[in-house]
């Protein structure tokens, strides 16, 4: 295994699981435009990737409308779905544990900074954190790879051969992969198994436990 310095992590479906609050929240946006969602359950494939993006691709909107339900989900999403959500089992002692072995850690989240940095105070871990990124409220960091690229800048991350990226979705394979680092790819998120293996990932872990035990 190479030696890496730098861990990044991706936020939702890898550090906590964000089901209820995103799905209640998405399903509220396309109830704007007056689509119903029976089962919500069905919108879980859209945890993960730039939800701009999700809009567009799963419901055909044109790039004008996914923004405006991009906008209606954040009405919900910023006072109650953001704590519509869970820590996965063991998260606090895989943060601790590299923390304690000199690891410096990042999270490269495709959720709006602001956002992302209020669920880390919530959850009590943003002190492991030496940097937290994430997208933009007005769309200027739209994919999870300019997530990374800013998240490098801001943190002096110069040598990716050092960096690995840690995620559950095709999107963080595809990021670490552009920005030219390794990537763990963790299959209790919300990426299904072939997802993740068409993008090659440097290893392949099922669990958090399987984290734990990567960094020993």
Do not use: W
């Not at 669920?119 to 200027?140: E, N, P, R, V, W």
């Amino acid at each position: 295994m190479k030696s890496y310095k730098h861990i990044l992590f991706d936020l939702d479906g890898t550090l906590t699981d964000p089901a209820e609050g995103i799905t209640k929240c998405i399903a509220y946006a396309l109830e704007a435009k007056g689509i119903h969602t029976a089962d919500l359950s069905t919108l879980k494939p859209l945890i993960g990737p730039p939800l701009k993006e999700s809009f567009m691709r799963q419901f055909g909107f044109e790039e004008t409308e996914a923004l405006a339900c991009v906008e209606k989900y954040r009405e919900r999403f910023s006072t109650l779905g953001l704590y519509e959500n869970l820590l996965f089992d063991r998260v606090p002692e895989l943060l601790e544990g590299l923390k304690t072995k000199d690891y410096r850690v990042y999270l490269a989240t495709s959720k709006p900074e602001i956002f992302a940095h209020q669920i880390l105070k919530h959850f009590q871990i943003d002190k492991y954190f030496d940097f937290a990124g994430g997208s933009t409220l007005d769309d200027t960091r739209p994919t999870k790879t300019s997530v990374i690229q800013y998240v490098m800048e801001n943190a002096n991350l110069s040598n990716p051969v050092n960096c690995i990226m840690i995620g559950d979705r095709k999107h963080d394979l595809i990021g670490a992969k552009e920005t030219g680092m390794d990537a763990i790819a963790v299959l209790y998120g919300y990426g299904s198994k072939e997802e993740l293996e068409k993008e090659c990932p440097s290893y392949l872990l099922e669990s958090v436990g399987d984290l734990i035990d990567f960094f020993q």
